[in-house]
Antibody, heavy 122, light 107 residues
Framework: QITLKESGPTLVKPTQTLTLTCAFS??????????VGWIRQPPGKALEWLAL???????HYSPSLKTRLTITKDTSKNQVVLTMTNMDPVDTATYYC??????????????WGQGTLVTVSS | EIVLTQSPDFQSVTPKEKVTITCRAS??????LHWYQQKPDQSPKLLIK???QSFSGVPSRFSGSGSGTDFTLTINGLEAEDAATYYC?????????FGGGTKVEIK
């Protein structure tokens, strides 16, 4: 059974750096064909993909946020960490991590964490 | 960037009715299109993968079709528990993108 859970601060100040941790179980990020991604959702708005890391440490970032994002993995701890620098009130959102798998040539997010709401305010 | 445009934005439907949601991609994405259901205060759940394949455990009333640029999610016989926002998502190329969502309300 695959589960993921996000953790981190619920409130950050503008210009601060946000660090979120995704703790997962039921799979290994050292297994071929596996990835973990981060997606966020501002209140009442649509989903926005942020970053992705593969089992082989290949990383992808949203071009609009690339300069502010860093995604890393700790395979021994079954964790993925996302850092976002220079936080702004517009970054207020629920942040999700999700398991991504390959099915033949098709990759998709099949399991999501419960999400964590991050508010950016002074 | 591939833009996904969903329609309608909102739909109010009577139980047992058929619901059709469309997702149009700004360029051809083959079958690299997936559908998610998000109920209020919950995380998204995968319904349909690769345009038309049902994910494990998803009720058979949910189905998907399409390829290239035009895709459809159909709910045959809406049930009260289907009240949610539905999103399409493309994995054809980076950056990964999602549609704007379609909110389905039960009349």
């Amino acid at each position: 059974q695959i589960t993921l859970k996000e953790s981190g601060p619920t409130l950050v100040k503008p210009t601060q750096t946000l660090t979120l941790t995704c703790a997962f179980s039921g799979f290994s990020l050292s297994t071929s064909g596996v990835a973990v991604g981060w997606i966020r959702q501002p209140p009442g708005k649509a989903l926005e993909w942020l970053a992705l890391i593969y089992w082989d440490d290949t990383k992808h970032y949203s071009p609009s946020l690339k300069t502010r994002l860093t995604i890393t993995k700790d395979t021994s701890k079954n964790q993925v960490v996302l850092t976002m620098t220079n936080m702004d009130p517009v970054d207020t959102a629920t942040y999700y991590c999700a398991h991504r798998r390959a099915d033949s040539d098709f990759w998709y997010f099949d399991y999501w964490g419960q999400g964590t709401l991050v508010t950016v305010s002074s | 960037e591939i833009v996904l445009t969903q329609s309608p934005d909102f739909q109010s439907v009577t139980p047992k009715e058929k619901v059709t949601i469309t997702c149009r991609a700004s360029q051809s994405i083959g079958s690299y299109l997936h559908w998610y259901q998000q109920k209020p205060d919950q995380s998204p759940k995968l319904l349909i993968k690769s345009a038309s394949q049902s994910f494990s455990g998803v009720p058979s009333r949910f189905s998907g079709s399409g390829s290239g640029t035009d895709f459809t999610l159909t709910i045959n016989g809406l049930e009260a528990e289907d009240a949610a926002t539905y999103y399409c998502h493309q994995s054809h190329s980076f950056p990964l993108t999602f549609g704007g969502g379609t909110k389905v309300e039960i009349k």
